[in-house]
Nanobody
Framework: VQLQASGGGLVQAGGSLKLSCTAS????????MGWFRQVPAKEREFVAG????????RYEDSVKDRFIISRDNDKKMVYLQMNSLKPEDTANYYC????????????????????WGQGTLVTVSS
């Protein structure tokens, strides 16, 4: 599956942005989807993940009450609604995908995913 993220931009602290990730290829509904972010000189960090049907969701603790991940399998899209943004949310955001056969748990580490889109930059000004 090929992934393309979009929706990044510049926003003031307290504002909102919605990221989108478009998938192309077959069997999109077999993939777990995730959002990660990365700032220079730091490792890529898990932000949110969603199961194939959308019934299971995981969030990184710092975004749990502010971000919402969702997916539309008919449109082959995954979204990240980001609210109450903070300057520390500034990063390149990446969408990722992985097929999982043996586990129903949403993966939360970078090495769990094997399909990556290009990043979309989110900048939150104070």
């Amino acid at each position: 599956v090929q992934l393309q993220a979009s929706g990044g931009g510049l926003v003031q602290a307290g504002g909102s942005l919605k990221l989108s990730c478009t998938a192309s290829g077959h069997s999109y509904n077999r993939y777990f989807m995730g959002w990660f972010r990365q700032v220079p000189a730091k490792e890529r960090e898990f932000v949110a993940g969603i199961s194939r049907s959308g019934s299971r969701i995981r969030y990184e603790d710092s975004v749990k009450d502010r971000f919402i991940i969702s997916r539309d399998n008919d449109k082959k899209m995954v979204y990240l609604q980001m609210n109450s943004l903070k300057p520390e949310d500034t990063a390149n955001y990446y969408c990722a995908a992985v097929q999982r056969i043996l586990s129903a748990e949403v993966p939360t580490t970078e090495s769990d995913y094997n399909n990556w889109g290009q990043g979309t930059l989110v900048t939150v000004s104070s």
